[in-house]
């Protein structure tokens, strides 16, 4: 029985704690939220994916206000790190430390010496460290993944992702809208498709990015071009500006030679290949969604049980490192060689 933790407990805390009670063979033994009202607050409506909502039973679980007390007092033997982005990599290393496995939500951390860091005491530690990039497990993304590795359509010409919402107005003191906590829209919101992308396509040698800022200064919205030094284009758009009741959209195109492999969370079927030849249709893809799947393999990897080869730390670092170029070639109104 694997005792779980959960560190953090707003939209994403909540949503793992779903999640992880899915999981056989694992318990939640604790939770840790600085918030004194978060058992009030867990009636709230949160976030803007489905998942977390809904009454949460918290009997028998251990509710704690401090990392270090948690740990100590309820040992579990994993958490779920799902604390706002600028603890992500002080509180990864103080649990590595202390000998417990960690899956941290995405963005890895604000910047790529700290995650350095994190990579580091992970290794130090000889435990478990994984980073939440769902979309890699997302099952319509997963199965894109597949059928494009297939090589059964030819190679990839175009490939165009996009991700738009309101700005994220959930968290107890709005964290999300200050860029020194956050990262702001590209590390918060866009580093889905960056991170995505990199998972089908590996490093872009440069990017050449655009964004537009709000009244405040703040990047709300952004366009990239992942320079792959072929003939291929490979964008991906991420906003937050969007207003009223716009709610939340992500959609990829995927432009094959012999087939276009489309997705829009919206649309019904969401998920489509049509190719060139022969009528379209709907894969199937693998049961879950992005947040149970990547549970299953970090809860497989902890228990030393062989996992698909999804991801690694140093792509997640890679993803922070990549957005960081985009921010500077949005400031810099140039592009941005990586490698
Ligand atoms: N994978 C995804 O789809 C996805 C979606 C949204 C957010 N996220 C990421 O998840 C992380 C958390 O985001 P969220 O939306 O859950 O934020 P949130 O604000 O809803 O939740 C954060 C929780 O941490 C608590 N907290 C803050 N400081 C603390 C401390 N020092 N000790 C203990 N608790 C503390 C807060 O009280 C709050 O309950 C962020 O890194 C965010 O980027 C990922």
């Known amino acids: 029985m694997l005792k779980i933790g959960i560190v953090g407990f707003g939209f994403m805390g909540r949503m793992h704690f779903r999640h992880w009670k899915l999981v056989p063979d694992t318990r939640i033994v604790a939770i840790c939220d600085a918030n004194p009202n978060i058992l009030a607050d867990t009636k709230k409506a949160v976030g803007n994916i489905q998942g977390a909502e809904g009454e949460i039973d918290l009997t028998g679980v251990g509710l704690f206000s401090s ?60 435990k478990t460290l994984q980073i939440g990039h769902c979309v890699r497990f997302w099952p319509e993304y997963a199965k894109a993944k597949e059928l494009v590795d297939s090589g059964q359509y030819g190679r990839v010409m175009a490939a165009m992702f996009q991700r738009l919402g309101a700005p994220p107005g959930w968290s107890v003191d709005n964290w999300f809208i200050d ?83 489309t997705y829009d969370l919206t649309r019904k079927p969401m998920f489509r290949v049509c190719p060139s030849a022969g009528a379209e249709f709907t894969p199937e893809v693998p049961a879950g969604d992005g947040y149970l799947r990547e549970i299953q393999h970090f809860a497989k990897v902890v228990r030393g049980l062989p996992v698909e080869d999804v991801l690694t730390l140093e792509q997640s670092r890679n993803s922070v490192r990549v957005v960081e170029a985009e921010r500077k070639s949005i400031s810099r109104k140039e592009k941005i060689m990586i490698r």
Not at 89 to 113: D, I, R, W
Request: proline share 3%; with cysteine.
């Open 179 to 261: 860029e020194q906590r956050s990262g702001g829209v590209a590390l918060d919101l866009h580093i889905h498709d960056t991170d995505y992308v990199q998972y089908l396509f590996g490093m872009p040698r440069a990017v050449c990015s655009h964004g537009v800022r709000n009244a405040a200064g703040q990047l709300v919205h952004m366009v990239s071009t992942y320079d792959y030094g072929d003939e291929r284009l490979v964008i991906a758009e991420g906003g937050w500006g969007m207003t009223g009741t716009f709610g939340f959209e992500m959609s990829f195109n995927l432009m094959l030679e012999k087939a276009t492999i």
């Open 67 to 126: 990392l270090d007390e948690m740990i100590a007092k309820a040992k579990p033997d994993a958490i779920s790190l799902t604390l706002p982005t600028y603890l992500h990599a002080e509180c990864s290393e103080k649990a590595l430390s202390q000998g417990v496995h960690v899956l941290c939500e995405k963005p890895m951390a604000l910047t790529v010496t700290d995650c350095d860091r994190m990579i580091q005491a992970a290794r130090q530690s000889g």
